[in-house]
């Protein structure tokens, strides 16, 4: 059956945006489809290089053939796209439908038929020897593997280029102007933050109004909608910072490449959490300030929707400004804006009354008279940039904290400005950790580099700043075998669950890892196997059909597990039997069919990803009889 629709504008719920109004649109799962995710969105260190819609947490709408074309591959994991197909189409171009539940009857035997033969769960076909499909086909059906809830993610790739669906032909669901939520100017070491009703009155605050000589760059911060209730914060398709009909900074989002992932760094500022919604826009290009400073910035999304404010710049604006920092963050050092910040605005809080003692090779700095400078006299009672603070005083490498008589460090360092690539040793406890960061990029600020030790659900850690130091190459970090005694381990910034680094290294001396962000790095020492709850009858979308399967939840709290292959089913005559690892929420999936008749056993062996081991007996669970 062909399940292509001509869906014509006019004919669905939507306000205004979408174009090819004209054309009949694609619909990539046969139903309107609003987005959650937008095209080029932040995912820390790369783009999101697709599209999700919302499937309404349902699974199994059929995905359809833009085009005719073929599958010219297929994917299985737990992780990442989970189970995914790769369409190319008449054009020569690819088309990525992602976590899907299942695929059609004969591809799906043609997985089955592979997995049993490489007795591998987690497998890759290339160019399967199936038919080759029509417009409007089913080729698979929607799901929820890999991460995240039931969403379909539809990417279209072009040679080296990745390109924006909603711009090529495919039907976005997208109802909601874009939202500015927030601008930061930055002018030399100074920052500052403008919220969003001021910036609706037209008002952009900058550090010093008078000062015509240090550059202003801009950044602002915005969030996008596909419809009420306001649920899944999306990034734009564009940002323009205009004076009359001068474009003084422009980013446009239109197309990708897999080379440029990276660039992200350059165009979005960071926050250490995602607490909030929106992100950063940088606009590079500097501003120096005249007579007549009134700008304006335009924010447009993905489906051509724009907002803009007109904004006279001054010294002071009034009303409510964004977050600094998440509910995660230490206040005494955080990232926000790229930038490692001091929280010296504790040194008027009642509640974590802080002194705060800056030190060069082990000695306090010294004031003008000669006695231990107090920061707190010293500096404004706000949050200040390790940068403003370094510009002042190049010495400083090291930051007391005294908080309710307890005595906490902070070891800081600045990058020389012309660096491109940069190695720190610094000492904790006398044991050394070194950083080498390089390809860093040339920002106008400051950069800086701080580290603290804490300690995170027990777990002993070390907190680097910033999160959002821009760089194009890796952070390479290294520590004295005696300071990190069990295996290394980075915390997830949005899930505050400690992954294992799979590529880390040991030698006598040290234990190292490198990463394309800096993260904060604890130490744990897992010696326990990962553990399975109470099997339990339930049914799964398979093929499109909701079929009965068999769950089990995985109980693994420290290493995780690898990969699908990191379980081994199987019983009496049977060496495969075919299982799913699901990693959200973390649970085996067996197709009952599969399995032996029920109140009969078969053994199912998990291994985590430090190699702890176990085998279990599992029975197989009895359908309650109905009364
Ligand atoms: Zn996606």
């Known amino acids: 059956m062909k399940l292509w629709m001509g869906i014509f504008l006019g004919a669905l719920a939507f306000s205004a945006g979408v174009l090819f109004a004209e054309d009949s649109l694609y619909v990539p799962f046969g139903k309107l489809g609003y987005l959650t995710s937008s095209f080029g969105e932040s995912r820390g260190t790369r783009y999101h290089a697709g599209v999700d819609y919302s499937t309404e947490m349902q699974e199994g709408f059929p995905s359809i053939a833009p085009e005719d074309g073929k599958i010219v591959q297929v994917k299985m994991s737990p992780y990442g796209y989970g189970k995914v197909i790769y369409f190319e ?42 038919p080759a499909f029509q417009k409007g086909d089913t080729l698979s059906y929607t799901g929820s593997s890999g991460i995240g809830n039931p969403h379909l993610h539809l990417e279209l790739r072009s040679g080296e280029s990745i390109l924006n669906p909603c711009h090529h032909g495919t039907l976005c669901g997208d109802t ?43 950044t602002f911060k915005i969030a996008d909608y596909s419809r009420e209730p306001l649920e899944n914060p999306m990034s734009v398709r564009r940002v323009t910072l205009k004076k009359g009909n001068t474009i003084l900074g422009e980013i446009i989002k239109d197309t990708l490449k897999f080379s440029n992932m990276l660039q992200i760094r350059e165009e979005l500022l960071w926050a250490e959490e995602a607490d909030t919604a929106g992100d950063w826009h940088y606009i590079p290009n500097p501003y120096k300030l005249t007579k ?13 929707r ?56 082990g000695k306090p700095i010294a004031d003008s008279e000669s006695k231990p400078l107090n920061p707190c006299k010293e500096f404004a009672a706000a949050p200040i940039p390790l940068g403003k603070i370094l510009a002042i005083f190049p010495d400083l490498d090291e930051i007391r904290l ?20 940069f190695n720190w040793e610094t000492e904790f406890q006398e044991k050394k950790i070194s950083q080498n960061v390089t390809k860093l990029s040339d920002v106008p600020w400051t950069r800086a580099l701080g580290i603290r030790k804490f300690q995170n659900d027990s777990v002993p850690a070390y907190e680097f700043h910033p999160k959002g130091l821009h760089f194009w190459g890796s952070w390479t970090v290294s520590f004295d075998a005696n300071l990190a005694s069990a295996p290394l381990y980075y915390l997830g910034e949005t899930s505050r669950r ?38 339990r009858l339930d049914s799964a979308v398979i093929a499109g059909k909701l079929s009965p399967v068999v769950r089990i939840p995985v109980i693994e709290k420290e290493s995780g597990i690898e990969n699908g292959n990191a379980i081994q089913a199987f019983a009496k005559g ?50 309650p009889t109905e009364e």
């Not at 680094?501 to 394309?516: D, G, I, V």
């Not at 973390?586 to 990803?609: C, H, M, P, T, Y």
Request: hydrophobic share 35%.
């Open 574 to 623: 049977v060496p495969y039997i075919y299982a799913e690892y699901d990693s959200e929420p973390q649970e085996l999936v067996f197709v009952l069919n599969d399995l032996s008749q029920a109140g009969k056993s078969f053994k199912v062996r998990i291994q985590d990803e430090v190699g702890n081991v176990k085998t279990f007996e599992i029975t197989v669970p009895t359908a």
């Open 89 to 130: 189409d008449k054009l020569g171009r690819t088309w990525v439908f992602a976590h899907q539940s299942g695929f059609s009857k004969k591809l799906d035997s043609l997985i089955r038929y592979t997995q049993k033969k490489t007795k591998k769960n987690d497998i890759s076909i290339d160019h399967p020897k199936i």
């Open 498 to 535: 400690w992954f294992y680094f799979s590529k880390q290294k040991k030698t006598k001396q040290t234990r190292f890892t490198s990463m394309n962000e800096i993260r904060d790095i604890g130490f744990i020492q897992d010696n326990t196997a990962p553990e399975l709850g109470e099997a």
């Open 292 to 304: 007549d400073d009134t700008l304006e910035f335009e924010t447009e999304d993905m489906t051509y």
């Open 402 to 421: 005294e908080q309710n008589g307890k005595t906490d460090t902070i070891r800081v360092t600045e990058i020389p400005a012309d660096a491109q690539d």
């Open 176 to 218: 909601l102007d874009p939202q500015i939520l927030g601008a930061a100017v930055f002018q030399g070491e100074d920052v500052s933050i403008t919220g969003e009703e001021a910036l609706k009155n037209g008002c952009l605050e900058v550090p010093d109004i008078h000062n015509r000589e240090d550059s202003l760059r801009f």
């Open 306 to 361: 724009v907002s803009k404010r007109r904004l006279i710049l001054a010294e002071s604006c009034e009303g409510k400004k964004p977050m600094m920092r998440g509910k995660n963050q230490k206040p005494e050092m955080f990232t926000f804006l790229s930038r490692t910040w001091i929280g010296l605005d504790l040194c008027q809080s009642d509640s974590l009354k802080t002194d705060f003692l800056f030190f060069s090779k």
